[in-house]
Nanobody, 124 residues
Framework: QVQLVESGGGSVQAGGSLRLSCAASGITFSSVSVGWFRQAPGKEREGVAVVRRNGYTNYAVFVQGRFTISKDNAKNTLILLMNSLKPEDTGMYYC??????????????????RGQGTQVTVSS
């Protein structure tokens, strides 16, 4: 059974930083695509960052230069380092994983597995 457990969310002021972690079990990180997506109240889910099965890393335009995604295959852990946070970054952040061949092009929010989410709140 695949489990993804996020941690590290919290409340910060604009300009601050947070480090989100995702601990995975029942899945082998080295053979899947993994990433983060977020959802704010009343808004659609939006992909934040992803590391594809082939190693390709991609960021949403609105986080480029501020967020960094990394994964530790040995520890089955995914990290999202968020700097220069803005109030519009507020939302629930979810870790997601997908081992299918279509994960190369699938949106992170549509990945097969996701965690329960961790709340990020940025105040101005």
């Amino acid at each position: 059974q695949v489990q993804l457990v996020e941690s590290g969310g919290g409340s910060v002021q604009a300009g601050g930083s947070l480090r989100l972690s995702c601990a995975a079990s029942g899945i082998t990180f080295s053979s899947v695509s993994v990433g983060w997506f977020r959802q704010a109240p009343g808004k659609e889910r939006e992909g934040v960052a992803v590391v594809r099965r082939n190693g390709y890393t991609n960021y949403a335009v609105f986080v480029q230069g501020r967020f960094t995604i990394s994964k530790d295959n040995a520890k089955n852990t995914l990290i999202l380092l968020m700097n220069s946070l803005k109030p519009e970054d507020t939302g629930m952040y979810y870790c997601a994983a997908d081992g299918t061949v279509t994960s190369h092009s699938k949106a992170v929010a549509d990945f097969a597995y996701r965690g329960q989410g961790t709340q990020v709140t940025v105040s101005s």
